[in-house]
């Protein structure tokens, strides 16, 4: 029997938030789940017929926030996902086109 070793930094937190990825310059998006979380990753559920690049930009429709990620790894509907940058509350950006994000948030 094969033993899997944790290779996560920190402890996952097992999460169902509605989320949605951007790329292609914020001209292409799809909505995914985020699944668990941990400080710097996390792992997703997207629809696997889908063609994704490798980096990407979440937007936590929760918690209002997004981060750049790359993915790290994808086995069918799952996709686990590292942030490459800062979190940024869409909210409180400076950006008008990041601000109109806001209707897509979840109270």
Same mark, same amino acid.
């Given at each position: 029997?094969?033993?899997?070793?944790?290779?996560?930094?920190?402890?996952?937190?097992?999460?169902?938030?509605?989320?949605?990825?951007?790329?292609?310059?914020?001209?292409?998006? &799809?909505?995914?789940?985020? %699944?668990?979380?941990?400080?710097? #990753?996390?792992? =997703?559920?997207? $629809?696997?017929?889908?063609?994704?690049?490798?980096?990407?930009?979440?937007?936590?429709?929760?918690?209002?926030?997004?981060?750049? &990620?790359?993915?790290?790894? %994808?086995?069918?509907?799952?996709? #686990?996902?590292? =942030?490459?940058? $800062?979190?940024?509350?869409?909210?409180?950006?400076?950006?008008?086109?990041?601000?109109?994000?806001?209707?897509?948030?979840?109270?």
């Amino acid at each position: 029997m094969a033993i899997l070793l944790e290779r996560r930094q920190s402890l996952r937190r097992r999460v169902f938030k509605g989320a949605k990825l951007f790329f292609q310059n914020y001209m292409m998006s &799809v909505d995914c789940t985020i %699944r668990n979380e941990c400080d710097n #990753g996390m792992q =997703l559920l997207v $629809d696997q017929d889908l063609m994704l690049p490798t980096e990407m930009t979440l937007l936590n429709r929760k918690e209002g926030t997004l981060a750049p &990620v790359l993915m790290i790894w %994808r086995h069918g509907n799952y996709m #686990g996902v590292e =942030l490459d940058g $800062d979190v940024e509350d869409v909210r409180a950006s400076e950006k008008s086109h990041i601000r109109q994000l806001t209707t897509m948030l979840r109270s």
